[in-house]
């Protein structure tokens, strides 16, 4: 039996997010044999806790449930033979004091510290084997701007882009402005450069609107980008799993009702995520058409560009890709990759029991991997002279 631990929460705008999504992973292993979950948060302020309790959506959905964690809190981090090993602080009538020692770990986060490559960076120091993208693809996906430079090298088009740095803008506003007008006009797209869950992002129709949404995606984040808005736009999603080969999912086309998916349209409406058990079965109807309807011409295109921007990035396990097509010329873009997907997309795959062991079977593939790599070299550059 191998421990998973499931590591989520964490200090990002996409907290509770990360929550959903590793409640519906540990619910998952219900129908899985050989692994065991055990539920690693990290709170707001970085704190780690460890407790069987915290597999229980009923937990978090208690408005009090930070006063509860104290109990849970774990005392130190070591690494041991290729293990992540977690000290409890006491134990509890749930779990004992023991040690928790992992395995395999199955990061669930969203967004800074989690998503981009920093938890990735602790597991790859301490020799465990983690679902999901590495170190370097996960920062680069969860920055727009180095994702847009480097696709744009494979060949994969994006959508026209200028990049305000927060410093320069809150000296001079009329500079991003100005730019703006010069570069594409409106309506255009306001975002901060390492999020996702649309939080901070505003469709903007003047200048006056693009002003208010820089102070509020930069209120997130050091950059952000202003984005010309496709016309006549129709989104498509593409799931990507896999690590030597690729499995690419559906086309998905999301259905919203404003200019752009909202944060309350992805997860708080009816038949968002929120709308969902933790076990993955749906309480109403999701909100999206499966598969996209558009040309199958279009479709090849998607897939095979979702499976070279996959490549080109390095990706690992899952991403989702997001598309905007231009219904009208039918031109493509390629808007940004998902280096870890809220819920995982499982609602494009089979069931999310079969997902759960796809991925930790690519987890332990490219583990294996890179353990066979060289990472010691004999010199006598130390040696007495």
Known sequence: ?????????????????????????????????????????????????????????????????????????????????????????????????????????????????????????????????YVGCGVGSSAIAMNKIQTRRLLAAAGIPGVKTIEVPRDDFFKDHASAVERTAAAFGYPAFVKPNSLGSSIGVARVASAQELVWALEVALQFDTLALVEQAVANVQEVNVAVIGHRELTISLTEEPQFRSAFQTFEEKYLLKGGTIAQSANGESKGKTKSVIPADIPEELRTALTTGAATAFRAIGCSGISRLDFLIDRASGAWYLAEINPLPGTLQAHLWQASGVLVQKLLGFAQERHQEERALMRVFASSILAKK
């Open 1 to 129: 039996m191998k421990t998973v631990g499931v590591f989520f929460g964490s200090r990002s705008p996409e907290h509770d997010i990360s929550i959903l999504t590793a409640l519906r992973v540990m619910g998952a292993f219900s129908s899985l044999a050989g692994y065991a979950p055990v539920p690693v948060y990290i709170d707001r302020k970085g704190a780690w806790f460890s407790d069987a309790l915290l597999r229980d959506a009923a937990f978090f959905q208690n408005p009090q449930y930070e006063k509860e964690l104290g109990r849970f809190a774990l005392d130190a981090i070591r690494f041991e033979d290729g293990k992540l090993v977690l000290a409890r602080r006491r134990g509890t009538f749930f779990s004992s004091a023991k040690p928790v020692i992992i395995d395999i770990a199955f990061p669930c986060f969203h967004g800074s510290y989690g998503e981009d490559g920093t938890i990735q960076g602790l597991f790859e120091m301490a020799g465990v084997p």
